[in-house]
């Protein structure tokens, strides 16, 4: 019943420019991401030659400014095009967020004639990039971190271990948080680091439930030298940038949840259309209809959500609390969007001959990165009540 087929989604954009943006993201989504996404995910292989693609075509810096080789687009544009490639693939949508995670701290907090040197390779030239701040035995308590920045001379001496990290291995540079003073948050600074700097090696890469496209490894820093030039904002500035960056990142994560969850549905309507039983499509049937109905009511309340968050933050508007409820519904909904889809599909969702299995996957991973749920939840009570044992 091709009158019931899912259609693009009809987004509300402030500019034509926009409109023009969503439409070049969504062409190379359907001709160079989407015919060999299902393969190369069950491949374990990274697409590259996408992320030179999407850089080529002014796609890896969009939120930061033209002068640097941005795209000068509020976050409201920059998230929905998130959307619109982790729709396709999740290893796209995610890795771009990442990269704008990664190239944050430097266009936000780096100094004139840092984002000069750095930047235009950053944001249009190529170059993919890692955020490092997780460690093996600090993830949630990140202000525990262990990797240790000493001066010597003129620069500093890196050495340590980060963990979990996105495009470990196969960044181009990384954004790294390591300790150069006291025990606790005040004592981490930041540094840019290049992938090539000696000393700096990646273990291999996780073997993952969902996502196996995205490399996700340990990174060790043995003795890694870098001048002071590297170093981003003021010495011990560096938790304070960590997490200002992981609030617009988490807006990233709550889109390309969103574009997970709408693929999904879209797979259960288009299904549900087609599949016959009782001589007539299961669609038809209320119990299917409404489930139907709760899983895209839940997708365009998590869209509403961000968007909000993302206008707060075009505005310069605080904005932590509504990223923090935005990342923790976003990624809740797509995990019972998806596992709704996979039902819907019966037998069939749970074969990979149908993506539905692999957004399930996907999806669950959502729920942990750039701060677990119930992280999230501690963040929103804290702006609600105040800080915990007051």
């Known amino acids: ?78 998230l929905q095009v998130l959307e619109e490639l982790a729709a396709v693939r999740l290893t796209v949508g995610l890795g771009v967020s990442v990269h704008t995670l990664a190239s944050y701290a430097l266009a936000t907090y780096g100094s004139k004639q840092q984002q000069v040197e750095h930047l235009p390779a950053m944001l249009g030239g190529g170059l993919l990039g890692a955020y490092c701040l997780s460690e093996p035995a600090s993830g949630s308590d990140a202000a525990s971190l262990r990797t240790k920045a000493v001066r010597d001379g003129e620069g500093w001496v890196i050495t340590g271990t980060k963990a979990w990290i996105t495009h470990g291995g196969i960044a181009d540079f990384y954004t790294v948080m390591a300790r150069t003073g006291e025990d606790g948050p005040r004592g981490i600074s930041a540094f840019l680091v290049p992938a090539d700097a000696a000393g700096l090696s990646a273990a291999a890469p996780e073997k993952k439930m969902g996502m196996k496209g995205s490399p996700t490894a340990q990174v060790h820093f043995d003795g890694v030298r870098v001048g002071d030039e590297r170093r981003i904002g003021e010495e011990g500035q560096g938790f304070a940038i960590a997490l200002s960056a992981l609030d617009s990142g988490r807006l990233g994560i709550a889109a390309c949840a969103i574009g997970v969850a709408q693929a999904a549905l879209d797979e259960a309507v288009t299904y549900a259309t087609e599949r016959r039983q009782f001589g007539k499509p299961i669609a038809d049937f209320q119990g299917l209809r409404f489930m139907l109905a709760d899983m895209a009511t839940q997708i365009e309340a998590g869209r509403a959500l961000y968007l909000a968050a993302a206008r707060l933050r075009d ?72 800080p915990e044992g007051r």
């Open 1 to 78: 019943m091709p009158d019931r087929a899912p259609q693009p989604v009809d987004r509300q954009l402030p500019t034509d420019e926009a409109r023009d943006l969503i439409s070049l993201v969504r062409d190379i989504a359907q001709r160079e991401i989407a015919p060999k996404a299902a393969e190369e995910e069950d491949a374990g292989r990274f697409p590259r030659e996408v992320f030179t693609l999407l850089s080529e075509s002014g796609l890896l810096g969009l939120p930061y400014d033209s002068e640097y080789g941005g795209g000068d687009q509020p976050y409201e544009v920059y």
């Open 315 to 386: 505005a310069g508007r605080p904005f932590a609390k509504q990223a923090a409820m935005a990342k923790l519904h976003c990624t809740d909904t797509a995990m019972k969007v998806t596992t709704d889809a996979v039902q819907v599909l019966g037998g069939y969702g749970y074969t990979a001959d149908f993506p539905a299995e692999r957004y399930m996957r996907e999806a669950k991973v959502l729920q942990i990165v750039e701060g677990t749920n119930q992280i999230q939840r501690m963040v929103i009570a804290r702006h609600l009540a105040g």
